[in-house]
């Protein structure tokens, strides 16, 4: 399928029309913030209804950001100069989206249930889906039988390893217990060595996580397993040493032969849904798996069908751009109010940094305007006692973005309630601020947050959150023209590392910059 011509967003009218309106409205002049978020409620009674909605398993209020109506409807109307929702479309359909690698981006299809209406030509696409889920939910509910596996081990990196090692970690509540899940990615040897030291061969099942099966770092982690277990007096590889990737032979060739596979069309950074999830899918077992596969279908769904001006990954994705370029905002700092959601700041630099981090159309033009915003953040109780000083009184502004869980967790109740009221008062004094007594007690307020809701922490309810935040990166990506699901930025230094490899035996500097060569020298004398 194809889709039309996209002008480039900053040829738009709606582009010139919003850079009016943020200079009229919201740049900020001398003594004067430019648009007051305290002012904005006062005028607007309307204004939490306005900047709220819900979607499914979730609640998003946008109300507390540097945004107004008018800047809301440019925004609309920008995602339909840039056709964002034919793009979308085009997606959905199938189509080659990743024009860079020309393949489809089809990890929707992964959450799509198996009798759902699907263009004919995707028909044996969803059949194949459906038959390696199948067989490998059939192996985690094996394993998920077996008591003598104790020890899961994902080898992996990347999106090979943030998305199930986010999703184990968030879903901890729904793990039956007497299993240890373990994640190795780092080439680190402490990494590898640390848990290793913790396992007994005939009690581990080493996952073996790659797409391409030829990642430096998982491979020499997968050598060293596969040798520790031999060493160790393991022989049975076959049960247990699993490889989920998109090449089999390769994975056969390296030893393994129980595998599960995917198809080129699941990028890495959306490879959760797939085989790549098998830890996960050993955690939470196959009715878990399965329902956050209907969470992550239901917010497809949401997004492919709600109107665009209430269809929260359009909302968001265009308030992504809305900062980044208009405000010029170069930040965004994720704050999830709940432990469980720990890794979700890293699996989210992954998403959106690789995704969005580019800086040439998908012409390959060199783009004038900013693209991703750098993402980061850990779970909000603690960035408080750290780095929340600096959001509240420092000289950027930082959109922050919490995330909370309405359902307590089945103990202590009265701290989850104390979590939330922290959640909502961070989020208050961004906005509000407080004329202090003297400029150290000046907190000036008006730092734009927005905030999520989560009815619960489930697989359901977790499938649609990142489905929502793949969807929004998705249509920041589609307004600024690029190839979200690319990621050749990553591959030079690989290459790089290939050449200095052997550089640790001959000691040889010849034709490498000053700097590394020097570097290199020092390196050498110290393992001298
Ligand atoms: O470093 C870039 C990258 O290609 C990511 O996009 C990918 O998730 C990761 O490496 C791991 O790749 P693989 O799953 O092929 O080992």
Known sequence: MAWPARPRCDHTPAWGALRSHHDAHFKPGPGSDGFSLRDAFATDAQRFERFSQSAPHLFADLSKGLIDATAEALLLELAEQCAVAS????????????????????????????????????????????????????????VRADAAITDVVNIGIGGSDLGPHMAVRALERHTSPGRRFHFVSNQDPDELTSVLRQLQPERTLFLVASKSFTTLETMGNARAAKAWFEAAGGSDIARHFVGLTSQPQLAQAFGIHTTFDFADWVGGRYSLWSAIGLSLAIAIGEAGFRAMLAGAHAMDRHFAEAPLARNLPVRLGLLDVWYRNFHGFTHRSMAPYSSALQQLPLYLQQLEMESNGKGVGTDGARLPYATSAVVWGQPGTNGQHAYFQMLHQGADRVPVEFIAVRQPPPNLPDHHRQLLGNALAQAQALMQGRTGADGHHHCPGNRPSNFLVLDDLTPASLGALIALYEHRVFVAGSVWGINSFDQFGVELGKQLAQDIGPRWDSGNTQDLDPSTAGLLRHLLATHG
């Open 87 to 142: 793009h979308r479309d085009a997606m959905f359909a199938g189509a080659q989206v990743n024009t860079t690698e020309q393949r489809a981006a089809m990890h929707w299809l992964l959450r799509t249930p198996r009798h759902a209406p699907v263009p004919a030509d995707l028909q044996a696409d969803l059949a194949s889906v459906h038959s390696t889920l199948d067989a490998f939910l059939a192996c985690a509910e094996r």
